[in-house]
């Protein structure tokens, strides 16, 4: 809750008037004397109404909306790179309800997604037979190491290690093979045709050369029913395939196809809408191509195998030396790919780039990249069954993987946005290549946003809530319910405190949104005052974002002629900021706008995963500090625990002078903690262990009124410290209960 000096609150108080928040004024005269004013709030609630028997309902209070933060890492992958799920798609439209391979050839859930702005450079690899992909230079990625075996040249081997092990993209060299995990996944699927030998044969056909259409079926303008046509096309010389493909279809459906003739091709055409509607799971366009998850899960080798041998006749062809298969479909040529590992078939995948506008017979027309699958050497023999053996090698091979040695790594520059799942294991696949995903460092659980409807059922058990903090762990602007939530919380005239980093903001129209909205206080953490010292701090963030979004928030004020939200700095001195204090003040003055506060915090916990982070100031920094702000008339406040450990006081306050218990910290889980002092401790299993209850599943009154909650109140008044606050940074601690 913002300081601010005495000016500034009465500025507060009369544009409360002037404006007509007359509840919001009533609630300041609240804040006043249980939290502006440190002597007067400890005797009131720790003195004064016990003795006369008011335990206070708390005021106050912090909800943690979100811990979800795009911000942990820079492991992502640009914008486009296919992911194969049970429906493939590009990573920017994968979501929570898909499910992804794993290393080990299976599918897993996608547990979370991050999204991010990002310039600079990706590394680019290209290794044999897969489509190449690019990562940021920290991705890291499933790799074997690799060595020529001493033999003589003609016959030379490579040797393959058999510990694998994830390096970082940047670290890629031609000393080393990518990882491609055999599909493994099993999964029988009660289809509405029985699976056989003719209907995998009859749809790899399909999947090479057919397409549906289904409509409307009308009379005299009114809807009767439904068209569903399935078309086949194929060469004028292709009369052995069409006599198959019908004679296909009368065996697995029992229908009659017609043959159409035309100047340049032979079409096939048969009617049902239940076919149609069940066929449309290949995907309706050639680019957009798929094969539908019962096929890619099946487990009877035979049945894959009969798929395969369709799509070859269709859109294949066979010679004395290689198989090749063409589609049109990036999603279909990694799905087949795929496929074909499950029967131990390694195809090379590479794409023909022709894009663009062409000409047949005379006539103009746009033709698509297309994307060949290739099947040489020891895979062309086994795929027929041939005994006899390749002495070519160009890749290696386990039960359960291809190891495809890297044959370039280039460095190119990017700029838009990257993405990156979270998924069980820690391992997705791109280009069918092992990659590792986000990793989060110290931060282990799982993050979640809290949706309005929860976030209403607490908000509404503590009545007329007098202030309200909204924080949280990651970004505000990643939870699609947050302008919803703040909307809510003004509606019931409650003063209403935000903290954001402003990094993750889509544009201006949101940042308009928030300002129509008018929540009283707007904090923006600040990890430094440059762009290599805040980056370094908070990795993955973009430091030229966060100040741009900043003075984008003060343009629109003044534009808006908006008195709210009051903006305040938040800045945390870290090991690497310590030094750009003063700076950051040159900038805070440099906005010409309106300042409640810059609050300046050092951690408060130097847990073991932050010990680079940690830094303490002295007096003598204070004091700089402090001359500096009154120059620019900018009202600093430093962190209380930090100021006291600066001033070289030899022991903290009493808990009997404790007030922060009347501002209770909610989880975005639920639980309730007595205060925020310890989030910063990461010791998120304790506190949850050790909380009083949780506000998703009984009213916070009860918790409140609990024993556990009243025993904990009646310690702190006594002046002792509560097994729940012994990692409390403000207060003395010596006697833990």
């Not at 957009?288 to 041998?309: R, Y």
Request: proline share 4%.
């Amino acid at each position: 809750m913002p300081s601010m000096s005495l000016k500034h609150k009465l500025k507060l108080l009369s544009h409360y008037f002037f404006t007509g928040r007359f509840r919001e004024l009533y609630n300041m005269f609240w804040i006043y004397p249980l939290w502006w004013n440190h002597k007067t709030a400890a005797f009131l609630l720790n003195r004064l109404f016990p003795a006369i028997g008011i335990d206070l309902f708390p005021p106050f209070l912090e909800i943690e909306h979100t811990t979800v933060c795009p911000f942990r890492c820079k492991i992502c992958v640009p914008e486009d790179s296919v992911v194969l799920c049970q429906n493939p798609k590009s990573i920017q439209n994968v979501d929570t309800n898909d499910f992804v391979l794993d290393k080990n050839g299976k599918i897993q859930r996608v547990l979370e997604i991050f999204e991010n702005n990002y310039e600079g450079g990706l590394i680019e690899c290209k290794a044999e037979g897969v489509l190449p992909f690019s990562l940021t230079p920290e991705h890291k990625v499933l790799v074997a190491k690799k060595q020529w075996i001493d033999t003589p040249r003609q016959s030379r081997r490579y040797k393959y290690h058999n510990n694998f092990e994830f390096i970082e993209a940047k670290n890629l060299n031609k000393n080393y093979a990518l990882v491609f995990p055999k599909l493994k996944q099993s999964k029988e699927y009660c289809e509405e045709f029985p699976l056989s030998n003719d209907l995998l044969k009859f749809l790899g056909i399909y999947a090479a050369e057919g397409c549906v259409v289904t409509s409307s079926r009308k009379k005299n303008k009114k809807i009767i029913g439904n068209h569903g046509i399935i078309s086949l096309y194929f060469g004028k010389h292709e009369y052995k395939l069409v006599n198959e493909t019908c004679r296909l279809i009368k065996s697995v459906f029992n229908k009659n196809a017609n043959v159409q003739e035309t100047r340049t091709s032979m079409n096939i055409i048969f009617h049902s809408v239940k076919i149609a509607n069940w066929l449309r799971k290949f995907g309706v366009h050639a680019t957009e191509k798929k094969i539908p998850e019962f096929i890619m899960f099946l487990e009877d080798k035979n049945l894959i195998k009969s798929f395969i041998d369709g799509f070859i006749e269709g859109d294949g062809y066979v010679n004395p030396k290689y198989i090749q298969l063409t589609t049109s479909s990036k999603v279909l040529g990694l799905q087949l790919q795929k496929l074909l590992s499950k029967i131990d078939i390694f195809a090379r995948l590479y794409v023909n780039k022709r894009k663009g506008e062409s000409f047949i017979e005379g006539r103009k027309v746009y033709i698509n990249d297309l994307y060949n699958l290739r099947i040489t050497d020891k895979d062309f023999f086994k795929f027929f069954n041939i005994e006899k053996q390749s002495r070519r090698q160009y890749y290696g091979e386990t039960d359960d993987y291809f190891l495809l040695p890297i044959r370039s790594i280039n460095e190119v520059k990017y700029k838009g946005r990257v993405y990156n799942l979270e998924t069980p294991d820690k391992t997705f696949e791109l280009n069918n290549i092992c990659v590792h995903n986000c990793e989060h460092s110290y931060w282990k659980e799982q993050s979640k946003n809290m949706p309005f409807e929860q976030f209403k059922h607490i908000f509404d058990q503590f009545g007329k809530l007098k202030w309200i903090g909204l924080t949280g762990i990651g970004s505000s602007y990643l939870n699609p319910d947050f302008h919803k939530i703040v909307r809510y919380c003004k509606s019931k005239g409650t003063v209403v405190e935000l903290m954001d980093h402003f990094a993750t903001f889509k544009n201006d129209e949101q940042i308009k949104e928030l300002l129509e909205i008018g929540p009283d206080f707007q904090f923006v953490s600040i990890y430094g005052a440059k762009k290599k010292t805040s980056e370094a701090v908070c990795i993955g963030s973009n430091y030229d974002s966060v100040i741009k979004n900043v003075k984008t928030f003060v343009r629109l004020k003044k534009e808006m002629k908006k008195q709210f939200p009051i903006l305040n700095f938040h800045f945390i001195i870290t090991s690497y900021s310590k030094g750009e204090l003063l700076e950051f003040l040159d900038f805070v003055h440099s906005l010409d706008t309106e300042v409640g506060e810059v609050l300046v915090t050092p951690m408060l916990h130097d847990f073991k995963e932050a010990k680079n982070y940690a830094v303490r100031i002295d007096k003598e920094y204070v004091e700089k500090a402090q001359e500096k702000a009154k120059q620019y008339k900018i009202p600093m406040t430093i962190n209380w625990a930090a100021q006291q450990d600066a001033s070289g006081s030899s022991s903290k306050p009493p808990f009997s002078c404790c007030k922060e218990y009347i501002m209770p910290f909610v989880f975005v889980t639920g639980e309730v903690t007595p205060c925020c002092g310890q989030n910063e401790a990461n010791e998120r299993d304790w506190q949850k262990k050790l909380s009083f209850g949780n506000t998703l599943k009984e009213h916070f009154r009860k918790i409140w009124y609990s024993p556990r909650y009243k025993t904990m109140r009646k310690l702190l008044r006594k002046d002792k410290c509560p097994a729940e606050c012994k990692l409390c940074p403000a207060y003395n601690v010596r006697t833990c209960h």
